[in-house]
């Protein structure tokens, strides 16, 4: 009997799993130009428990995020894919930011605060925060190897999907791949 009680949990998890990832493949077909280097995980990965520097100086941890799909990009006030890419961050965050989702951007190494108020005033950024990671230990516990790095993150906190070097994230592709999650949650 309990044999069989094991055997039937062990399905309907598996199941489950298995539900999570049809999306996953499905929300996966909308990938279309800078799109395609979007890579959805089969099963959704743990993250970290590292702690950040909130734009108010507080520390932050992903738990503090988890309620709503988040869209975190690791950043730098030097990186030249970042300057491009963060316009785009900003639209999207635009057109979709409210309580199920939000673009959350964090400076990864030596970004001094000036530098990086700077930065978004010369690209017309006003609406993502100024997270910092100065000595990139949350940056290097999230196997962030390089910038622009951008991941989504479930509502569970959980990483869905991961994206190594810049991309247009207010196109159509990224715009329907958000909205897509957004109405179908997991």
């Keep these: 009997m309990r044999k069989l009680l094991s055997a039937l949990l062990y399905?309907?998890?598996?199941g489950v799993a298995n539900?999570?990832?049809?999306?996953n493949a499905d929300i996966a077909d909308l990938r279309e130009g800078d799109m395609r280097k979007l890579v959805f995980h089969p099963a959704p990965v743990a993250t970290t428990d590292e702690a950040f520097t909130s734009e108010d100086g507080t520390e932050m941890t992903l738990a503090d995020l988890q309620?709503?799909?988040?869209?975190?990009?690791?950043?730098?006030?030097?990186?030249?894919?970042?300057?491009?890419?963060?316009?785009?961050?900003?639209?999207?965050?635009?057109?979709l930011g409210g309580d199920d989702f939000e673009v959350v951007t964090i400076a990864t190494g030596p970004?001094?605060?000036?530098?990086?108020t700077r930065f978004f005033d010369e690209i017309?950024?006003?609406?993502?925060?100024?997270?910092?990671?100065?000595?990139?230990?949350?940056?290097?516990?999230?196997?962030?190897?390089g910038l622009p790095v951008?991941?989504?993150?479930?509502?569970?906190?959980?990483?869905?999907?991961?994206?190594?070097g810049e991309a247009d994230?207010?196109?159509?592709s990224a715009v329907a791949i958000i909205r897509a999650l957004l109405d179908n949650p997991a």
């Design 11 to 14: 399905t309907a998890l598996l």
């Design 19 to 23: 539900l999570g990832a049809a999306q």
């Design 67 to 95: 309620g709503r799909y988040v869209v975190l990009n690791f950043w730098a006030t030097w990186c030249a894919p970042c300057r491009v890419e963060m316009p785009h961050l900003s639209a999207l965050q635009s057109d």
């Design 111 to 116: 970004n001094p605060e000036p530098a990086m």
């Design 124 to 145: 017309g950024v006003d609406n993502l925060p100024l997270h910092t990671d100065a000595r990139q230990r949350f940056a290097r516990s999230m196997g962030v190897l």
């Design 150 to 164: 951008t991941l989504i993150l479930d509502p569970d906190g959980m990483e869905i999907a991961r994206m190594q």
């Design 169 to 172: 994230w207010s196109s159509d």
